[in-house]
């Protein structure tokens, strides 16, 4: 797609784009160093294996094998297509989008989508403001206390009871059919002639992705006695549910500047305490954190604060993920409600301030766990008592700060008045289980399988030193290498390097044959060499692969002496021997001359 911008504007933009500024919006990055370290957005994991290369505007994880610059980053953090991704990019660096014609053709997919979903939002908002059945989803707002300002901003709507009014208001936008599909907007007719729309009669919440593009939606019933009480969009190339949290784009950064986001339950829980000032929260809509969700909001927070009633069914289902929050380093303390109330209904009859008190007083986890259980522990099984202990080992371990690790096993133990050992012996059972499965500390270049270690130190040398292609010349070529990936990545390098004399590395990434060749490279690009003597250095490599080269030749000789031995063709076996014995002595003269080995 990077036809849709001029290639001198796609390199503006680039150059106006520091890797390490872009991605400290998104994870905190620590110099180690020439390089920043930060705990990777795309896996779980408590040592920071995650780079940032300041000098080649690199990224690449050590973890997981992603990497690439600065549009990729974007590009698989937000789900964004490439042209998105440019749009904001410039947006971020005050460049203005060159003047074309807005070709709805050549969108990409991704684009498509966002395109449908803004269309759909006109839609929904329209009905809310400019239909009868819109005065009473209105008067439903005004009596939960919304203003037209939230409505507005939250971009609330309303699905109507039309099997096709949708439908017909983006196809009169531009929108195809299939776009509308694969949004989940519309549904296809049981006997494949047509279309109707998913959303009837509801309610209409938008979800939006940390960028604030529109996603999804979520759709609430009107009539108390329809069902489901929510209808949600099904998941989209734009829209994972387990890897977005509701109104964090809009509460980010009061999050990050507080440290501490309040965890809701419901979409009317979150806009009720958005409105009144409340701002530095998040809504789980009842379901349980994913890994991905929760390393989400470990990027802008260190504590999170379950608010829930106390009778509420959905915060079972966030109060199993606490091992999750506890994993990605963050403190989890609950607050929670009088019986009767919700936090949308408590802040209406108390107010933001009574409601900032009650959340300041939030406890740990694990003293809001031991209150639950403390007065029927005793009286369990055996067995179950060691089931629950246990279960606190398990969220213990997931502790990395060992003063919280023991202030939290002094909890359990004094919560429950079982012995300070019990507890810690339970921890140390399940690391001897766990220490098998765990992953090793370093982070060292994984040479994949089938690479020649050498070989990869070689491309890593040339792409850290440019200046030495030339004198590599066509000493070496893409059939030496050994591995795929390492034959990409050499054609790729001599395709830049004889069209120009600087190669920007990020242009290198997004070029690569596929996403191996892109995990490989990122790799290569994140070593780096000392400042010894980088001809001797080039000279070894050189004669390195003189000696594969032998070696490859010799190979090919022996399985030929092999069959003419079972043909019994002692003439060919003879010549055979004798061009083996001048490749021996060539190796010799190798290894000799250059001290290779």
């Given at each position: ?25 998104y ?42 610059n ?21 947006k971020r ?13 050549n969108?990409?997919l ?35 206390k ?56 509801r ?17 609430r ?23 977005l ?5 809009f ?11 309040i ?9 009720s ?36 009633d ?37 802040i ?35 067995p179950e ?8 080992a ?15 096993l ?6 429950l ?10 921890l ?7 220490r ?22 070689f ?8 200046e030495?292609?030339?004198?590599v ?26 069209n120009?004399?600087?190669?920007d ?59 003419a ?23 010799r ?9």
């Amino acid at each position: 797609m990077s036809d849709y911008f001029p290639q001198e504007f796609i390199e503006q933009v680039r150059s106006a784009t520091d890797i390490v500024s872009l991605i400290s919006e998104y994870v905190p990055l620590k110099k180690k160093g020439r390089n920043y370290f930060g705990l990777c957005p795309f896996h779980v994991e408590k040592t920071p294996s995650f780079s940032v290369n300041a000098e080649k505007q690199i990224f690449h994880c050590f973890g997981c094998g992603q990497g690439g610059n600065a549009a990729t980053f974007l590009m698989s953090h937000d789900k964004l297509g490439f042209v998105e991704t440019i749009k904001l990019l410039a947006k971020r660096a005050n460049i203005r989008l060159p003047q074309r014609e807005y070709d709805r053709k050549n969108l990409e997919l991704t684009d498509k989508l966002y395109y449908a979903n803004q269309m759909a939002a006109a839609y929904f908002s329209g009905n809310l403001s400019r239909t009868q059945v819109g005065k009473t989803a209105l008067a439903y707002l005004e009596k939960r206390k919304l203003s037209g300002e939230t409505i507005k901003m939250f971009q609330l709507g309303l699905a109507i009871e039309e099997w096709d009014g949708l439908l017909r208001f983006c196809n009169a936008k531009g929108v195809e059919n299939q776009t509308l599909l694969a949004d989940g907007l519309i549904i296809e007719r049981s006997d494949g002639k047509g279309y109707y729309d998913r959303f009837k009669n509801r309610l209409m919440f938008p979800i939006f992705n940390l960028s604030g593009r529109i996603v999804a939606y979520a759709g609430r019933i009107l009539n108390e006695n329809d069902s489901p009480k929510y209808l949600n969009s099904p998941e989209t190339p734009i829209y994972q549910k387990g890897k977005l949290l509701y109104g964090l784009n809009f509460s980010k950064e009061e999050i990050r500047k507080k440290r501490i986001a309040i965890i809701v339950e419901g979409y009317m829980d979150f806009l009720s305490l958005y409105q009144n000032g409340i701002q530095n929260l998040v809504a789980s809509c009842g379901t349980a954190f994913t890994p991905d969700q929760a390393r989400l909001l470990s990027r802008f927070s260190e504590e999170a604060i379950l608010l829930f009633d106390s009778d509420s069914a959905g915060q079972n289902a966030v109060l199993r993920s606490v091992d999750l929050l506890y994993d990605t380093g963050l403190e989890v303390k609950v607050a929670v409600l009088p019986p009767g109330y919700d936090p949308d209904l408590y802040i209406k009859k108390f107010g933001a301030e009574k409601l900032n008190e009650l959340v300041s007083k939030a406890i740990s986890y694990v003293k809001f766990k031991v209150g639950l259980l403390k007065d029927k522990f005793s009286n369990l099984s055996l067995p179950e008592q060691e089931r629950i202990i246990l279960d606190f080992a398990e969220t213990a371990s997931k502790i990395g700060n060992d003063r919280r690790k023991n202030l939290f096993l002094e909890a359990v133990s004094d919560g429950l008045s079982v012995r300070e050992e019990v507890v810690r012996q339970s921890l140390v059972e399940l690391r001897r289980k766990q220490r098998d499965k765990s992953a090793p500390n370093d982070f060292k270049f994984r040479h994949p399988p089938g690479h020649d270690a050498w070989q990869d130190k070689f491309l890593a040398f040339v792409i850290d030193n440019p200046e030495y292609y030339k004198k590599v010349g066509n000493r070496v070529v893409e059939a030496d290498f050994t591995a795929p990936e390492a034959r990409s990545v050499w054609k790729l390098l001599l395709i830049n390097y004889e069209n120009s004399e600087y190669v920007d590395f990020s242009t290198l990434l997004t070029e690569a044959a596929n996403q191996q060749a892109k995990e490989y490279l990122s790799e290569l690009l994140d070593m780096s060499y000392s400042d010894e003597d980088k001809d001797k250095e080039l000279n070894r490599f050189i004669e390195r692969f003189e000696l594969h080269r032998n070696e490859v030749k010799v190979r090919v000789l022996q399985e030929a002496l092999r069959d003419a031995e079972a043909k019994r063709d002692s003439e060919t076996a003879m010549q055979i021997l004798g061009k083996l014995k001048e490749l021996q002595q060539d190796k010799r003269n190798i290894i000799k001359e250059n001290n290779v080995l």
